[in-house]
């Protein structure tokens, strides 16, 4: 996948609204045929640099290209791009159909051949038959299907999604969020979508950019974006994290020495530390499943910490564990899976927490 | 209309209570309260009362709710609207459907040197669709009041769409109220302000007088002849009817969600293609408003022909005056004025009847 062309090219956008500084530079490559995803809290910028590929956004400096091509002074309607909007914008005077094939009127094609071009459009997205009803009368999921239709059936090379799930309820938004995915795999088209939900992200994307005050502060797979977030701010964003404070007391021949509080002194490898320097006070940061709490009678794969459970929290596959270790003031959050034969452990519990410093990242 | 069981307890409780009952000194809520009873012992007001004291009479409502149908239907929501309507509906029944319906009556009776025949007849409507110079009128009603509409709406859309589409969202409910600036002045005094625009020594014609193109030996000789045409009585309702034509479209504009537009775009049309395609149809219920709001009324129009026209040029409602006062044939000129309304009504309905697609929808 890496070897795949570049097909949209963010080269140095900036964009002013008046004084303010709503895109800080962008710099990035979204590859031909992936899944890529721009993430970040409200006002991040994501919608406007999403904005700014569709052609409804222009910007200040810097450029945009699509497949090869500088977007500059070309207007939305002439780029090889379409969006699939937050609110659907669904025409409300039209038909399903004459929705779907709204961008077909300057198609060479007959009549008859369009409307089985949209027939098909509604079949792919799971509105077999649904032509002729009037599009008002359609819910939100429908919406959503239509406006997917509409937009795939002009055969786009990027297409654009504004946080096109966010109005859906939980069970339509994850049974959407598969169906996303196939279609995309389906047709092999560059999907961009723009999302505020970290797990939407990570559950659909084949890679994130994650941005903050409209900057990208970290571009990478998920795995990656998971694992080895590098700085505090995404790890924050993404999922639950750890921190406890840690002091780096050696580094050499590709390893760190470390030592934080509550895990004592140990090594980790270079890579495990965060590129971007956070100045200040270093510190370690985990996952939450990458803690183990220790029954009795198990022994630790590598290393163990003892600690008093503080706080429990019951989700029925699984439950958090928040675990005060020796020596610190800030308790840390463990999750545990509810296999078959695990109890629940109770507040004030005394415990054995297993870690290993792999696990780990860096913050510094 | 009759009032419901709860404004009558209250009824009986102010009959209860004189004056003197009440507390001399009262709390500033007790002081209106007794306001309240008084104005509306002096002047009934059985609708303000009963939703005044809704609130205080629910338990028993909830109670009668049980009770038999026809209290059932006193406290049901109907009557509720009912009631809160019914000064309004009141008036404009003893105003407007009453006279109609004389009107109705007296077209269809016989006219008597000085008096009315109480028979009925179909001898007017006869004698009026039979008449050229009815037809004739009523031909130029139409031409005129569809002139008026067209070119109405024609300017209003685009001062409705630059209203909607470019002015500053803080700045709009200043523009709205520029544009009503119009109404401060008589409608009146506007048409008499057409006359001295328009006029033999008017403002153009001296105007035109001033930069040398009126004259002898000059571009035109003779001062413009602007009144008493039929263009001069389009001009002149335009401009009375502008407002009325813009807010309506402008309404419908407003309504419309702006990713539209820009999903328009994102599927390959121009601007102008966008605008034909999603912004115009979503704007045509404002559009068939304004249409029927300019249309209704300047076909029965009496001052602007009369006026700016000279009476050389009358439209229907000056045939129907002419027939029911100078002429004092009542039932002549009621045969008229209906046979107009129907025309009017038939035309409206046609109207609204082929923009019917762009009619219906979510509200």
């Known amino acids: 996948m890496n070897t795949r062309a570049p097909m949209i090219e963010f080269q140095d956008v900036h964009k002013y609204y008046g004084e303010y500084h709503a895109l800080r530079g962008i710099t990035a490559t979204i590859r031909a045929g992936e899944f890529f995803s721009l993430l970040g809290p409200s006002g991040c910028g994501k919608t406007t640099l999403l904005r700014t590929i569709a052609g409804f956004e222009g910007i200040s400096s810097g450029a945009v290209l699509i497949d090869g091509k500088s977007m500059e002074n070309v207007p939305a309607n002439k780029r090889p791009t379409n969006m699939v909007f937050q609110s659907y914008a669904i025409f409300p005077h039209l038909t399903v159909a004459q929705n779907v094939g709204f961008g077909l009127r300057r198609d060479a094609r007959s009549k008859a051949e369009k409307d089985k071009l949209v027939e098909e459009a509604l079949e792919m997205v799971g509105l077999k038959g649904y032509g002729p009803r009037a599009a008002h009368a359609m819910s939100g999921g429908q919406r959503q299907r239509v406006a997917l239709a509409r937009a795939l059936i002009l055969k786009p090379k990027v297409l654009l999604l504004d946080e096109p799930l966010s109005a859906l309820d939980k069970k339509i938004r994850e049974q959407m969020q598969v169906e996303l995915i196939k279609l995309q795999r389906e047709v092999g088209i560059t999907f961009v979508l723009v999302t505020h939900d970290q797990e939407e992200a990570l559950v659909m994307s084949d890679r994130i950019a994650v941005m903050f005050e409209g900057e990208i502060a970290q571009l990478a797979d998920p795995e990656t974006l998971y694992r080895r977030p590098n700085s505090r701010r995404v790890a924050d964003f993404i999922g639950v994290m750890n921190f406890l404070p840690a002091s780096v007391t050696g580094e050499a021949n590709g390893h760190i020495q470390v030592e934080a509080a509550g895990l004592g002194a140990f090594e980790i490898e270079a890579a495990q530390a965060s590129a971007a320097p956070a100045g200040g006070q270093a510190s370690i940061g985990f996952r939450p499943e990458t803690l183990t709490i220790l029954y009795e009678g198990q022994t630790p794969l590598d290393r163990e910490t003892p600690g008093t459970i503080e706080e429990v929290v019951y989700y029925g596959d699984m439950t958090y564990y928040d675990v005060k270790l020796d020596g610190v003031d800030v308790p840390v959050r463990i999750s545990m899976r509810n296999v078959f034969g695990r109890p629940v452990l109770d507040i004030g519990t005394r415990t054995r927490v297993a870690w290993s410093p792999g696990a780990l990242v860096l913050f510094r | ?363």
């Not at chain 2, 009759?2 to 003197?20: D, E, M, V």
């Not at chain 2, 209106?32 to 005044?52: E, G, T, Y």
């Not at chain 2, 130029?140 to 709406?153: D, E, F, P, Q």
């Not at chain 2, 005094?189 to 001296?206: A, P, T």
């Open chain 2, 1 to 363: 209309m009759r009032r419901s069981t709860a404004s009558w307890g209250f009824w009986k409780t102010l009959r209860a209570t004189s004056r003197s009952e009440l507390p001399k000194k009262a709390p500033r809520a007790e002081k209106w309260r007794r306001a309240m009873h008084l104005a509306s012992f002096q002047f009934p007001l059985p609708v303000l009362s009963s939703a005044m004291l809704r609130k205080r009479a629910a338990p028993q409502e909830t109670r009668m709710a049980q009770g038999s149908p026809l209290s059932r239907l006193k406290h049901s929501e109907a009557a509720n609207g009912l009631a809160l309507i019914s000064p309004t509906a009141l008036y404009a029944i003893l105003l407007l459907a009453a006279p109609l319906l004389t009107i109705l009556a007296y077209s269809f009776f016989k006219d008597g040197y000085l008096t009315v025949i109480h028979e009925v007849t179909f001898e007017n409507y006869k004698a009026v669709w039979t008449d050229p110079i009815f037809r004739a009128i009523l031909l130029r009603s139409l031409i005129v009041s569809g002139l008026v509409t067209l070119v109405t709406v024609a300017l209003a859309f685009p001062i409705a769409y630059f209203l909607s589409f470019h002015v500053r969202p803080d700045r709009k409910s200043l523009w709205l109220f520029l544009i009503t600036i119009p109404f401060w002045t008589s409608y009146l005094i506007r048409v008499f302000l057409w006359k001295v625009i328009l006029g033999y020594n008017g403002v153009i014609n001296s105007g035109l007088k001033s930069i040398g193109l009126i004259g002898e030996g000059q571009l035109i000789e003779d001062p413009l002849q602007m009144l008493n045409t039929v263009g001069a009585i389009a001009a002149t309702l335009a401009h009375a009817y502008a407002p009325f034509a813009i807010l309506p479209i402008f309404v419908a504009l407003e309504k419309i969600d702006r990713s539209l537009l820009e999903a328009g775009q994102d599927l390959g049309e121009s601007r102008v293609m966008t605008f034909l395609r999603v912004t115009l149809p979503l704007a045509m219920p404002g559009v068939v408003a304004a249409v029927l709001i300019v249309f209704i009324p300047t076909i029965g129009d009496y001052v602007t022909p009369e006026l700016i026209g000279g009476g050389k040029l009358p439209m229907v409602a000056n045939m129907i005056q002419a027939q029911l006062l100078p002429l004092d044939n009542k039932p002549m000129g009621s045969a008229i004025a209906v046979s107009a309304m129907a025309v009017v009504a038939l035309i409206s309905l046609a109207f609204v009847f082929a923009n019917r697609r762009y009619l219906r929808g979510p509200k």
